[in-house]
C-alpha cells in the first residue's frame, strides 16, 4: 500500500501537476525506448492527485488500445499500482472522518478497527473492521477533501478530456456530454446512493450461486462511509493463472453479471474495474462498488433487447438498423461507420463461442478513434452520442479488456439466451 500522502484540492495546483504529467511524458515518450520513466511519472502524480485523473490512469492501465502499442508494456506495470492501490490518506484523517460521518469515537463504533488501509482507489480508501457482533466488516471512507478536488477536475477541461476520449466518439466539447460525466462522478461521492445500488443489485442476483454481492450494513454507512460485509478471495491477477476452464467459466459469470443488469433491470454498473472483482476458487465472484451506475431508459431497453436479439438469432440486417436507430444516426458515410462498428463489438454473440483476446480489443478501441475522423475530417453525416451513452462504451474499453486477460474461449450466446429465458424476454 503506498504511503499517505497530503491531497491537493485546488484546481490551478491540480492543473499544474497535470501539466507537468504531460510535458514530461511527451518528452519521455520521444526520447526512451521504452517509455518506462514517463510512465512512472505519470502513475506517480495521477496517483497523489486521486479525483478523476486517478481514474483515467486506472482506466489507461487495463483498457488495451489508449497506449501506444510500443509502450503499453511499461505503462501498465507502471499504473498496476494505481489501478490496485492509489496513494492513502492519512490515518488520523481517516479516523477523524468516521467519527464526525458516524458520531462517535471508533472504538464505540467497532471491536476492532484496522488503521492500515487493505485498499485504496481514486475516491476513498477500505479499511478492515469488527462489528461488535463479531462479523466482519469492509469500511469505505472518502478522502478527505475529495470532493473539491473532483470539482477541481470537472472544472478543468484537459482532464475532462482524457476521460472523454477514453470513453468514446463523443460530441467533441458537447455540454451534454460533460455533463454527464460530472453527474455520473458526483453521484460516488454519495455513498448512501452506493448503498441503495448495492442492494438493487443484490436483489436482481439473489440465488445466483455464482454472483456475491457484500450486505451493506446501513447503521455503519452515512454519505461519505460506507460498510460492508468483508470478503476475501483471490485478485484478478490470480485469476487469471487458473486453468482455462475455470477461466471461461470466469468470463461467462462476468458477462452474466453485467448483462442481467443491463438487459433485464435496466442499469450498468459503469466501473468494469478489475480491482471491482473478487474471484473465489470454486468459480463464485463477489462484485464490488456500485458507485457509478448509469440507468437504461425503458424505450433504450427495448431497444437494446431487440439489438441482443438480433445478435443471437445472427440477423444482420436487422441488427443494423437497430444499432443506428439507438444511436440516432442520419445517414452517410458516419452512419455506415457505426453500423460496422458495433456489429464488431458484437462478435462474441454473433460468433459464439468466442475468445476476447487484447489484439480484438484494441481493435475495438482503434475504430472509435477511426470514428473521430468523420468528425475531424468535417463529414456532414457526423452525429453525436445521444444523451445517457457516454459511458456505455466501457462495455468495449473497460470490460472487453478484462474479459482480455483472463483469455478463455466462452459461450456469450448462450449465456445471454439462459438470461432472456429466465427473465421472459424472449
Known sequence: MSPPRSLPTGRLGRLTRLARVGARTGASLLMSGDGRGAARQAAEVLGSLRGLAAKVGQMASYVDGVVPEGHREAYETALRGLRAAAPTSSPEAIGGAVERELQAPIDQLFAEWEPEPVASASIGQVHRARLQDGRQVAVKVQHPGIERAVESDLKNASVLESMVGMLGPAALNSRQVYDEIAER???????RLEAEHQRVFSDLHAGDRHIRIPAVIAERSTQRVLTTEFVEGLSFEQATEADAAMRAHYCETLWRFVYKGNLVAGL???????????????????????????PIGPARLVEARKLHRAAHRGEEQDFRRIAVGILETQGGNYEQAVADYVRHCFDPLFEAPFRITRDYVSEVVQGVYDMKQHAFGGDRSFTSLPEGMVFMNRLQFGFYSVLARLDAEADYRAVELKLFEEAGLN
Open 185 to 191: 462522478l458526483r453521484e460516488e461521492l454519495d455513498y
Open 268 to 294: 450498468f454498473n459503469a466501473d468494469p474495474h478489475p480491482g471491482n472483482y473478487v474471484f473465489g476458487e470454486d468459480g463464485t465472484i463477489t462484485f464490488l462498488d456500485f458507485g457509478c451506475v448509469q
